[in-house]
């Protein structure tokens, strides 16, 4: 069975940094896309950055400059490096990855438990 576990969430000041990581356990054949997603109270569940396996990344126009996406794939995680977080990047951030297990070689798509990012003004 797959599983995706995050940590590196908390509270920070805002101007301050976090570095989320999100890794993928269990019968794993391979790893497409990788990518963070957050929710913030009341409000949908955006995606804020994405990583494909050998391609470039991409951000929201809201954290393009601040946030940096990397992964891995030695260790089966991916990253995310936050910079000059603002209170409005309070929210819970999500990873998602597109993996084919083992057994069944059927892709899905798996999601990470949520980690707490909190930034005070």
């Known amino acids: 069975q797959v599983q995706l576990v995050e940590s590196g969430g908390g509270l920070v000041q805002a101007g301050g940094s976090l570095r989320l990581s999100c890794t993928a356990s269990?019968?794993?054949?391979?790893?497409?896309?990788m990518n963070w997603f957050r929710q913030a109270p009341g409000k949908q569940r955006e995606l804020v950055a994405e990583?494909?396996?050998?391609?470039?990344?991409d951000y929201s126009d809201s954290v393009k400059g601040r946030f940096t996406i990397s992964r891995d794939n030695a260790k089966n995680t991916v990253y995310l490096q936050m910079n000059s977080l603002k209170p409005e990047d309070t929210a819970v951030y999500y990873c998602n990855m597109w993996i084919v297990p083992t057994t069944p070689r059927v892709v899905g798509v798996y999601w990470g438990q949520g980690t707490q990012v909190t930034v005070s003004s």
């Open positions: 269990g019968s794993i054949f391979s790893i497409g896309i």
């Open positions: 990583m494909p396996n050998g391609g470039s990344s």
